[in-house]
Structures are given as C-alpha cells and as structure tokens.
C-alpha cells in the first residue's frame, strides 16, 4: 500500500519568514495530494490541493509543488503569521478514495 | 451551513467497556470516513462508507471495530471491550456528491480515553 513519510516534525520560523513542509510518497499509482491545517481541537481542515497532471499550485500565501518522477511534494507558506500556527498533514491518493496521510508538522510562527 | 457533526466530543471509559461514536456528515454527502489519530500522529484510515456499496473494512485494526451507516447518513463506529491503546481522536469525513473525489471535510473528532 501506500506509505506517506512527512518532515520535519516540527518547524519554528519568526513571522514573515517563509515555512517549507515536504512530503515523499510511495506509490507512482498516487494521483492526488491534498495538504490539511489541523487546529487545536478541530479536525483537519483542507488548505490546498494538486493533482499528479500539474506541477505546481498557488492560492495566495501557499503553493504547493509535485515532483512526480521523484514521488516527493512539498508546502510553501510565505510571509508567514501567527495564525499560520498549527499543525500540518500531507497525504497522497490512488483514486481508491482512502488517504493515506504523513505523520504531521507542527508549525510555530514566533510573532 | 453545518458541517460534520460527531458526538461525543469527549469520552472517557473503563478499559473492557463498550463505546459508540456517532457522526452526522453534511447533509446530501454520500462518502463517509471513519480515521484514527494517536496523539502525535497522522491519521489512520478506518473505514469508508460510499452510498449503498458494501463498505470498504480494510482499515479496521481489530475485530473489536465495527461500523454501520444507516440510510445512507449517520453513521456510529462502535468499539467492543476497549483497550488502553484504544485511546485516541477519532474524526469522521464526508465527500460531496458533486464534488472532486477526494475533498474530504472533517468532523471535530471524539476524543477517547480508556482508563
């Protein structure tokens, strides 16, 4: 099955700095790679999403890019805030409908 | 508009117990996930319910696990005689009919403690 490694576990950068959270996947059959936020004590909630026929993926402050000979994405906030703390979750799917999820990153920005 | 609704949203329980967890997805959504988060950890994968098709088990860790989804919404995840490391966040999804494969939107999760 799939198998969905995530790093680091945790990441402190100063406000405004820029957060790099990167994703390795398993299985070339993966074909969609949604990034959730996960509040304390809320549940994930999705903040982008790409798909394995695009390269990369922007809405404002967050892009998202696929490496698809590489089986590996990654994350990019820039000009980070406070409110950009919580934590992260990569996952990766094979269109079974199930996601297979990383283990997290826990973001800290420093006002 | 609501979202995904589970309840409770804390329960504590005696190791050897019962319990039931509930979730109501999003009115209309016919996917529903049940996942697993260990404290510190990403979420596990439980089980899928997708309209009327059988639901897709192979996540489910132990015999002790069962779900049910009746009519097609709510569904209840039930864990016989719980055990300590039964003890974690349980959250539900849901997908839109409509909507791309995969969008799946969360429930705040229960959270469960076997003493």
């Known amino acids: 099955g799939e198998n969905v490694e995530q790093h680091p576990s945790t990441l402190s950068v100063q406000e405004g700095d820029s957060a790099v959270i990167k994703c390795t996947y398993s299985?070339?059959?993966?074909?969609?790679f949604p990034w959730y936020k996960q509040e304390l004590g809320k549940g994930p909630q999705l903040i982008i999403d790409?798909?394995?026929?695009?390269g990369e993926k922007k809405d404002q402050r967050i892009a998202v890019t696929l490496n698809k000979t590489a089986k590996h994405f990654s994350l990019h906030i820039t000009e980070t805030q406070p409110e950009d703390s919580a934590v992260y979750f990569c996952?990766?799917?094979?269109?079974?409908?199930?996601?297979?999820f990383g283990s997290g990153t826990r973001l800290q920005v420093q006002p | 508009g609501a979202g995904v609704s589970q309840s409770p949203s804390n329960k504590v329980t005696e190791k050897g117990k019962d319990v039931e967890l509930r979730c109501d997805p999003i009115?209309?959504?016919?996917?529903l996930y049940w996942y697993r988060q260990s404290l510190g950890q990403g979420l596990e994968f439980l089980i899928y319910?997708?309209?009327?098709?059988?639901?897709?088990k192979s996540g489910l860790p132990s015999d002790r696990f069962s779900a049910e989804r009746t009519g097609g919404s709510v569904s209840t995840l039930t864990i016989q005689r719980t055990q300590q490391e039964d003890s974690a966040v349980y959250l539900c999804?849901?997908?839109?009919?409509?909507?791309?494969?995969?969008?799946?939107?969360f429930g705040p999760g229960t959270r469960l403690t076997v003493l």
């Open positions: 319910f997708q309209g009327n098709s059988a639901p897709d």
């Open positions: 999804a849901s997908i839109p009919p409509s909507g791309l494969a995969n969008e799946q939107f």
């Open positions: 996952a990766a799917d094979t269109g079974r409908r199930a996601l297979t």
């Open positions: 790409i798909r394995s026929n695009v």
């Open positions: 299985d070339s059959a993966s074909n969609y």
């Open positions: 009115s209309g959504h016919t996917a």
